[in-house]
């Protein structure tokens, strides 16, 4: 599913994230998709909040850095909106081919999607093709046009042009069912914490059927441990990302980790509420800087009474040779959900 796009042998994925940008190249002319090369930069604070491009210069000045620093001369890229106005909910309609349900698609959307619909761009896919009976299920998305043309004029800033712009949750969804193929079964959490915001987004039986936006990331946990512990930016940054030991850390992740799981359930809840459905969450994976701090998996999975990890984007995918030479990949794969992801997607 995507916005709009065509193909080629080799797609660079382009994560825009809040805190670090992410790029990813993968080569689809071998009999597997193979990732060829990874590189990520970190952009100027506040110049991104909350996932809305605050100055397009400096955020455009730092992926032609990223691509010039990486070597990738590619400027057709794959790249995703997602956040508050995108709209991702599985819908019943009337049973009926894919072309007619083009035709309606809209109309039908009207009654879920909180947007005028005249500014919107809309895209759905059909979840039981071959079923019977009257009714079938449909995954809708709706992601405001706005927001598709500031991405799209952001990249053409960088001297990039959109190849494929998808949808967050749904490009993280391509590599995590490739590299998490058993974790298609049943209701499993996806938790991306990332340095603004926390994505929460629901699969059932491996379709993303929810997704949630909580205000907490990185940041909050690094800003607690400025203020409350007085503790220098870099000082702060190396405890949560687990490169340097921290006592004072403990009180926050559990705090955080708090907010974070009462998300997570609420989400859960919703789902089950909606699909009448008496299946409860099975499983949580995290990505996203987030994953990395100290024991903010373990406190999740003791409040949410399930088990959570780390989900490992090239836990299956074939990387070639000195991919992660200068970076150890326990390190950075976490980051790499998305960008991999959207890397994967070659439209045809």
Do not use: C
């Amino acid at each position: 599913m995507a916005l709009f796009g065509f193909g080629k042998k080799t797609s660079v994925g382009l994560d825009i994230g809040s805190g670090i940008i992410k790029v990813a190249v993968i080569d689809h002319s071998g009999s597997e998709p193979e990732l060829i090369k990874v590189a990520t930069t970190e952009v100027a604070a506040d110049a991104i909040v909350e996932g809305e491009v605050m100055d397009p210069g400096i955020v455009a000045e730092a992926i032609r850095g990223l691509f010039a620093a990486a070597g990738v001369k590619q400027k057709s890229v794959v790249t995703a909106v997602g956040g508050r106005d995108v709209i991702v909910k599985k819908i019943q309609m009337d049973r009926m081919k894919e072309a007619d349900a083009r035709e309606v698609i809209r109309w039908e959307a009207e009654q879920h999607v909180p947007f005028d619909m005249a500014n919107v761009e809309l895209d759905f896919q059909i979840l039981d093709p071959e079923a019977e009976g009257l009714q079938m299920s449909v995954l809708l998305v709706a992601a405001k046009r706005e927001l598709v043309e500031g991405r799209t004029g952001l990249l053409n800033e960088a001297g990039l042009e959109p190849a494929i712009i998808d949808v967050d949750a749904f490009a993280i969804h391509n590599a995590f069912e490739l590299n998490h193929p058993d974790a298609m079964r049943g209701v499993v959490g996806l938790v991306n914490i990332g340095h603004e915001v926390t994505n929460v987004n629901i699969l059932e039986d491996g379709v993303p059927v929810l997704t949630r936006d909580l205000s907490i990331g990185t940041r909050r946990f690094r800003e607690d441990l400025q203020r409350e512990k007085g503790l220098a930016a870099e000082d702060a940054e190396q405890a949560i990302q687990g490169q340097a030991h921290s006592a004072d850390l403990a009180p926050y992740v559990e705090a955080r980790g708090e907010e974070l799981a009462v998300g997570v359930e609420r989400a859960a809840a919703f789902l089950a509420t909606a699909s009448r459905s008496a299946a409860g969450l099975s499983r949580v994976y995290t990505i996203g800087g987030g994953a990395r701090i100290p024991g903010l998996n373990e406190a999740l999975g003791s409040r949410l009474k399930v088990g959570v990890e780390v989900a490992n984007p090239v836990q299956r995918l074939k990387v070639r040779d000195a991919v992660f030479e200068s970076v150890p990949v326990d390190e950075v794969a976490p980051l790499l959900m998305l960008s991999v992801g959207l890397a994967l997607r070659r439209a045809a």
